[in-house]
C-alpha cells in the first residue's frame, strides 16, 4: 500500500461526523472481505474514539469498512478531494456550500450542526439542507397514517359518479360542444373556482379515496390523456393562452380541496413565476452554450451517477441536487419540448414514473404529494418537458407546516436529507418495476 497525505476533512457517516486525516492510494492485495477487485480507497485516521475508518471507494459508492455500514452522506467535497474534482467536470455548475453552526448543547457540550446551502443549476435559487432536523422528531410522520375519517364520504362527493353529471360545470361549447370530456376512466371538466383563463379538473376514476401508490397506472395514462386532449382544445382556441401546466395536490396537507383524486390543468396568457424563470434561464443557457439546459443537465447527472434514479422509456427519473420541496424528485423527457410532441407511450412511461415515485413516498410513510409538468407552448423550444413531484407532512392534529417563516419569508427551501441519500432509497423502486416488467 503507498499512502498520500491529504489536508484534513470531515466526512458524515449516519451516526455522526468524523474530523479526519485522509491519506489515499490503490489496494492491490488483501482487500478487506465483502471487496473482490482491488480498487481506490482512503484510509481516514479519525480524531474521535473510533480510532482508524477504513473508507474504500467501490464504482461510486463508499464502504465503511469499520462497522460494515455504508457512508451515507460524503461531505468533502473540497478543493483537497483530487479524486472527486478530478472526476466530476459537469457541463452546468452544482454550487454547494457546507458549513457548520456551533450551538452548546443543555449538556454543555459543544456541537457542530452541519448546513449545506446549494444553488440549483436551472434556476439559480437557493436551498437549504439542515441536516440536524433529520433527526427532531416529526408527528405524524412515524408511519403511513390511516385513511383520513371521510374517507367513505362518497354520497356528497361531487366528483364521485353519482353526483358528477349534476354537480360539476361544463366548458363552454365554442370550446367542447360536449361540456365535459372522457377518455377511458377519466372525466375531465372546469374548475368551480378557476385560478386562470382555462382552468380545468381531470378525474381519474370512479375511486373516492385511494391512497398513495394504489392507483392504476392506466387510470393516470386515462387521465393525463384526457389533460393531453384538453389543452390541444384550449390551443386551437386560444392561441395566446400557451402557458400551461398539469399538477396534482394528493390530499389536502398538499393543498387538495376534495379527496377524490384528480390532476388541475391551467392555461393562461400570463406565466406563473416559475414559467417565466424557467423560459428566462433555458433561453439565456442556450444563447450562450448552444445546448438546451434539460439535456446538459441530465447528461451531467448521469455522468455523475450520484442522483440519477433510473428511467421508464425516454423518461430519466433523477432527485433534484437543490431540492425545493421534500424528497423532491424529477423526471425529464430530454429532446422534447412540448407535449404536443408526446407519444401515449411516452405519456404510459411518465405514469409509470409517478407511480414509482409514490410508491417510494408510501414507503417513507408519507401519503400526500404534489405533482408538476410545466408546459410552454409558445413555439420556443428551449425548455425540455420536466415533471417535479414533492413530499408534504403527513396530517396529524396540530402538525405543523413544512413551509416556516424560512421558505415564506427568505425564498430558501430547507429540507433535512441529502438528495443523494434519497436517490439510494428510489432506485429499488424503479429496479422492482424494470424486474416485474422482465418477468413472463
Ligand atoms: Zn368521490
Redesign the pocket.
Known sequence: MEFTSKPPMRLMTPARQLDCQISAGVFSQKAPAGLKKPGEFFLLADKGPAGLVLVVRKGRKFLDFRGKSKILEWSTRSDSDQYESRRRKPMLEFKYESFSSRIVLPNGLEADRTIEARVSPITGRTCRITYSRGEEREPGGETLPAPPPFAE??DS????RA?LLTHTPKIPPDICPEGRMVRGTSTLFPNLFPYGRYSAVSIFD????VEIGTASLQSYVDSFLNCRDYLLRILSYDPAAVFMAITQNHLPSAGGS???PHLQIQADRIPANFQRILQARAVAYRRQTGSRLFSDYLKSERESGERYIGATGPWHWLTAFAPEGFFEIWGILPGVTSFRQMTEVQWQNLARGVLNTQHFYRSLGRNGYNLGLLLLEDGSDDVELRVVLTVRSNYAPWVRSDFTGFEIMLGDMATFTAPELTCEKARSFWQKETAASAAP
Open positions: 364520504d362518497s362527493c361531487p366528483f364521485c353526483l370512479d375511486n373516492h379515496f376534495l379527496l377524490h
